[in-house]
């Protein structure tokens, strides 16, 4: 069983790691050395989608229904094929018009109607406010799940003050690299450097940790691909989805 002092330290440790990248990132662009200036970098920062829904979400319904589980990305698969007509348009419409926001775009298109502009960050408010919380959530599992390995993971925050909560702590950490390195400066022509090497390298992180885990499963508890998909075919459940 791990302490949770380790698992703390780790944790907050690789946090401090994102700060220096993004600052490195941030320095290296004021000395006019972009850090970003590479397709793949930007490639990687653009898997910031896969959050706490991939590795708890579509792992488990992986497992229960296969391989259609793979249609929840089919969105974002597709709007990446249509960036050369749809996104490029976009970016170029927010550099003319200095949007910085989706409320700000969508407001722009209609008179730039204040009105319509607030909605609009209402309505993007409360949509990604259950979301933030399912990625908070994800850190308290996480956390358990590390402390209290092999046993069932003991998730009885409910009835505890919010402080004792890991994953507020975590929550002032990410809103304090937020604001240093991505809305300090609310600028059009601003890219943001710093905060997109540090989610750049967290992207390499979580595609060298899914590439290891894939080979283990893969290869040392089953017996190849091969074996890997006979026993999904015969599996009752995925047979019956």
């Not at 799940?145 to 702590?169: G, H, I, Q, T």
């Not at 590439?211 to 998909?229: E, H, K």
């Amino acid at each position: 069983m791990r302490t949770d002092a380790i698992v703390l330290s780790v944790a907050f440790g690789y946090l401090a790691l994102l700060f220096v990248i993004a600052a490195w990132g941030d320095r290296r662009a004021e000395q006019g050395r972009s850090l970003i200036g590479s397709p793949t970098v930007y490639a990687l920062s653009i898997a910031v989608y896969c959050t706490a829904w991939t590795f708890y979400g579509s792992v488990g319904r992986a497992a229960q229904y296969g391989p259609g589980f793979l249609l929840i990305y089919l969105g974002p698969t597709l709007a990446m094929l249509m960036a050369p007509f749809m996104i490029r348009k976009m970016v170029r419409i927010a550099q003319v018009q200095r949007i910085t926001s989706i409320a700000d775009f969508i407001s722009a298109r209609y008179g730039k109607s204040q009105g319509l502009g607030a909605l609009v960050a209402f309505i993007a408010l409360i949509g990604i406010t259950p979301y933030i919380a399912l990625q908070l959530k994800a850190i308290t599992v996480s956390h358990a799940v590390l402390v209290n390995y092999p046993l069932a993971p003991e998730l009885s925050l409910a009835e505890e003050a919010f402080w004792v909560d890991k994953s507020f702590w975590v929550a002032l950490v990410l809103a304090v690299f937020i604001i240093l390195f991505g809305t300090r400066h609310l600028d059009a022509s601003e890219r943001h450097e710093g905060m997109v090497a540090a989610i750049a390298f967290e992207s390499l992180v979580k595609l060298v940790a899914f590439l290891a885990v894939g080979i283990f499963v893969v290869f040392s508890l089953f017996r190849g691909p091969g074996d890997l998909f006979s026993q999904v075919a015969a599996s009752p459940e995925i047979r019956a989805a």
